[in-house]
């Protein structure tokens, strides 16, 4: 009698410790506890290389909110990332959305700089001014093997 008690209370324990788990991951996956209400703002970019959904949105390094989708437009064959910043974070209409890098190769994020304007972006809105991700493959490839293509134009030739 007395081990059967001590296996149901092991078991009610243990499934207790499951759904906290499970919770967890739900709002972390979810970003809902970064804290309280969020909207959802917009950012056209070019490049979002290695921008996921998921990452981070920060505001002087501070995590703000996350992204929840990645999309092109076909018309302009641009990339519009949708993300979600909690409601205290009032941007400026004039505000920058950049994607940034953690470290040298680490997870890409969006870095959002306020502006000065008086108005703010309401939800739904779209950011105008971006910076998108830094190509660094490239930028290796072309300082460290100089320009391969001889019949771009916007390479310089060599001189005489």
Do not use: C, H, W
Request: aromatic share 6%; charged share 20%; glycine share 12%.
């Amino acid at each position: 009698m007395k081990q059967t008690k001590l296996e149901l209370l092991v078991g009610v324990f243990v499934l207790i410790g499951l759904i906290a788990v499970a919770y967890l991951t739900i709002k972390l996956g979810a970003g809902s506890l970064l804290g309280g209400g969020t909207y959802t703002l917009e950012a056209r970019f070019t490049n979002v290389g290695g921008l996921n959904m998921g990452s981070n949105v920060v505001v002087a390094g501070v995590a703000v909110g996350r992204v929840e989708s990645i999309r092109m437009e076909p018309t302009d064959y641009t990339a519009i990332v949708s993300f979600r910043v909690t409601d205290d974070v009032k941007l400026p209409t004039d505000s920058m959305a950049s994607i940034k890098t953690t470290g040298l190769i680490g997870d890409k994020f969006i870095a959002l700089a306020p502006g000065a304007d008086e108005t703010y972006l309401a939800p739904g809105n779209r950011i105008t001014m971006t910076e998108s991700a830094v190509d660094l493959e490239g930028l290796i490839g072309k300082m460290a093997f100089g320009s391969v293509d001889k019949d771009n134009p916007s390479t310089p030739a060599p001189a005489p």
